[in-house]
C-alpha cells in the first residue's frame, strides 16, 4: 500500500511539473507573437475540416477565438516578466502539499497496520491504549 501512495505520488509530480512547465512555456511568450493567429483564424473555414458542422453547434466559433487571442495577448502582457516566478512557486506549493500527503498517508497506513498487528498478536488489548 505505501508502495502504491509513493508511485501514485510520483505520477502526481511527473503530471503537476509538465503542466507548470506548459505554462511557463505559454506565459513566456512574447504577447506580440499573438498578433499572427487573427490572420489564420480567418482562413480557419478552408482549413478546419467540418467547419460548417462546427458553424452549427457552436455558431460565431471565428469570432470566440479572436476574443480569446486578443484576451490571451492582454493577459501575457499583463503578467508580464513575473510570470516564470509565479508559475514556479505555484509549482513548489502544489509539490509540497503532493509530498506532505503522501507522507501523512504512509504514516497513516504504518499505524493502521501496526494496530492490527498489535490485536493479531494480543500484544494489546481491546479499548485499552
Known sequence: MVIAIWILTLFGLVVWSLGAWGLHAVLSLDAS??????PLIDTLPERVPYAS???VWLPGWRDMLK?????MQTALGWIGSAAPLLVWTVWAVGTLMLVSLATASTWGVRALVRSR????TGSASPGSR
Open 33 to 38: 507573437r499573438l498578433t499572427e493567429l487573427k
Open 53 to 55: 458542422v462546427i458553424d
Open 67 to 71: 476574443l480569446g487571442v486578443d484576451l
Open 117 to 120: 498487528h498489535r490485536i493479531a
